[in-house]
């Protein structure tokens, strides 16, 4: 086995985990403030970079002004979710919220390729495809790029979590009615947790929309993102991290070195594998908290 | 006025005890049996095996996903790999030389055996990871049926040769008609007198609170086990049913997350727990995008205007996340339960405050 090869595959596998888990981190904050798990986390990413490649494409915006101006959409896109849809659903079985998120998945993947038509988009983010060689190293400049943003934002929203909204967001993680009790606007940190998790949703849609172009491909992003958040414990951002780097490795990994042995695409089913063996051996994740129910 | 409930004295424990205690229900059924069974006669072959078949199939996979969703209140998203997984077993025993009887009760048994042993590692635990477990096992499955020994790529199609039941040929239109509704009347009566069983009951107090009835003594696991072993059965029974009355070529892609989507959307828009609501929820889900990509072409024609290819290509997927959560906001338990009211402002009428 090549040493030169296995480095290559594992130092994109590390900065695709990276841009991953810039998706998960939308599910994690989510699952954080209102114990749901979004399964439109993957659509709202697909929608993020329709939305920034409209604004280029339709107004003829340049890039740096796109790109704000979806984030924008997007944060009030996830707070009029929650508050038009997700809120009516308090007091339903969670199950009921679950199928509603997956209700706007299939919705919002009908919708924008519908409308903006279903050929793939060039997203241009000023990023040149020539790949970048250190050494006998070659590395794809885009997911670089990616994989550093991505990680930038996920440490970005750590350092949020110790401002003073950030600290009223770890309360209602913590305990709703106790947050309730001390005047806590409980609803109101729920919705900036899905406007938050849009913008990182719509953050990683740009970026993977750079690398491989708009279309409704974006949304199974879906299923990594979920990976991530499963193995890294639902209700942990470092865990993201980690997570996120151990899936995008897996993958590359698989792609790179199983699939000559087995003659078929490995690649799709890693994030698969990776949820049903976290919940098998460790169903609380590297890092998540056990949920006890109390009768 | 129109019907009543006034007046009518069950006498016996098993008058109160049978399915409709009710006269008109038990005559409304009837007829649209009747209806049903004299199809062939008064409806045109291309309505009956475009509409009527694939009506049936359908709503006979979404009764079995309904028994583990609405039943016992735990979800699948991969109930489409399911039904894969009993197409693909009872096509190749069919291929083989067996008969089909049988190869669709062995479809049946591979279909409950994986989806067992994937529901067995998803117990553990339940709710939200539940979900993402049975995704999981929607991508694995789909990695398996597209590998070369199973269907020969992802790509390849796999014809299934002409086959009988019971020795009458199923090649004809009326033959496979009546094939389809005998196997979802037999599912659809099954699904109504589980209720009445210790098993129905079980399922019950599973869904409404999983750990209350654990300390009632009923064994969670193992009746949410259950439920997963019956649901996947019936899903592989119907998966060979389509591959053999309505596919008749089946491929990989047939069996993909759209699949186990579509049914979805028919559980929840039908009614979670109803036997009514998966006919009413597959007419809706497989007509509607129908009606509604003909009714945009006659606006577009009427209008002069063009709509555009991709827009009537993905009107299907709109449609279904549109009604999922529309029905889910406003009425969660679905078109059963429009039905029901209905039934019931109509059991009183006109003496409206009678109903409380």
């Known amino acids: ?295 | 006025m129109f019907y009543r409930r006034a007046g009518i004295r069950h006498t016996r424990y098993e008058d109160e005890r049978q399915l409709f205690p009710l006269t008109f229900d038990r005559v409304l059924i009837i007829a649209i049996l009747v209806l049903l069974l004299s199809a062939p006669f008064w409806v045109e072959r291309l309505y009956l095996v475009g509409y009527m078949v694939p009506w049936l199939i359908w709503s006979g996979a979404a009764l079995g996903l309904n028994l583990l969703m609405g039943g016992a209140g735990q979800i699948h998203l991969g109930y489409g790999a399911v039904i894969g997984i009993g197409a693909y077993t009872s096509v190749h025993l069919v291929r083989f030389g067996v008969p089909l009887e049988l190869a669709m009760i062995a479809g049946g048994l591979m279909s409950a055996l994986i989806g067992s042993i994937f529901g067995a590692a998803a117990l553990r635990v339940k709710g939200i990871y539940l979900a993402m477990a049975t995704l999981a096992m929607q991508y694995i499955v789909d990695f398996f049926t597209q590998t070369k020994i199973i269907s020969g790529g992802s790509l390849a199609t796999l014809q299934v040769p002409p086959v009988s039941f019971l020795g009458i040929s199923l090649k004809g239109d009326v033959a496979t008609y009546y094939f389809c509704f005998g196997v979802t009347f037999l599912i659809a009566l099954y699904m109504l007198n589980i209720r009445r069983t210790s098993f129905g009951r079980a399922l019950a107090a599973v869904r409404e609170k999983d750990y209350a009835a654990q300390i009632l003594g009923v064994s969670t696991y193992r009746y949410k086990l259950l439920a997963f072993w019956v649901s996947s059965f019936i899903g592989g029974v119907v998966g060979s049913v389509l591959a053999v009355a309505y596919l008749r070529a089946i491929s990989p892609d047939q069996f993909h997350l759209e699949l186990s989507v579509q049914l979805l959307a028919m559980v929840i828009v039908g009614g979670l727990g109803s036997v009514l609501g998966p006919f009413l929820g597959a007419a809706l889900i497989l007509f509607a995008p129908i009606v509604l990509n003909n009714a945009l072409g006659a606006a577009a024609s009427a209008f002069g205007t063009d709509i555009p290819i991709d827009l009537r290509a993905h009107m299907p997927l709109l449609a279904y996340g549109l009604m999922i959560v529309l029905f889910l906001l406003y009425e969660p338990l679905g078109l059963a339960k429009i039905y029901d009211n209905f039934r019931k402002y109509l059991l009183v009428w006109p003496f409206r405050h009678a109903q409380k």
């Open chain 1, 1 to 295: 086995m090549d040493f030169f090869l296995i480095a290559e595959l594992v130092i994109n596998g590390v900065f695709v985990g990276l841009m991953y888990a810039l998706v998960s981190l939308g599910i994690v904050l989510i699952y954080k403030t209102s114990g749901l798990v979004n399964l439109a986390q993957g659509a709202l990413a697909m929608t993020g970079a329709y939305i920034t490649w409209m604004v280029g494409n339709y107004f003829g915006m340049p890039i740096w002004i796109s790109i704000p101006a979806a984030v924008v959409f997007m944060f009030f896109g996830g707070v009029f979710i929650e508050r038009s849809a997700l809120r009516r659903m308090i007091g339903q079985p969670v199950i009921m919220a679950i199928m509603l998120t997956l209700g706007i998945e299939i919705a919002l993947r009908g919708l924008l390729p519908g409308v903006f038509g279903a050929a793939v988009k060039k997203l241009d983010i000023g990023v040149s495809p020539a790949p970048l060689f250190v050494g006998d190293i070659l590395i794809n400049q885009s997911i670089m790029i990616g994989g550093v943003v991505s990680l930038a934002l996920i440490l970005s929203s750590l350092a949020f979590f110790n401002s003073r909204y950030g600290i009223v967001m770890r309360a209602v993680a913590d305990d709703q009615t106790a947050s309730w009790s001390v005047g806590i606007r409980v609803e109101k940190a729920i919705a900036v947790a899905w406007g938050l998790a849009a913008v990182s949703a719509t953050g990683a849609g740009i970026l993977w929309g750079a690398t491989q172009g708009v279309d409704w491909s974006l949304s199974l992003l879906l299923i990594k993102a979920l990976a991530i958040a499963i193995l890294g414990g639902l209700d942990s951002i470092p865990g993201v991290i980690l997570a996120g780097v151990i899936v995008g490795v897996a993958e590359s990994l698989a792609t790179g070195v199983v699939d000559p042995f087995v003659q078929a695409s490995t690649r799709d089913i890693v994030a698969s594998v990776i949820i049903l063996a976290t919940l098998l051996f460790k169903p609380h994740g590297l890092f998540g908290h056990e949920h006890i129910e109390r009768v």
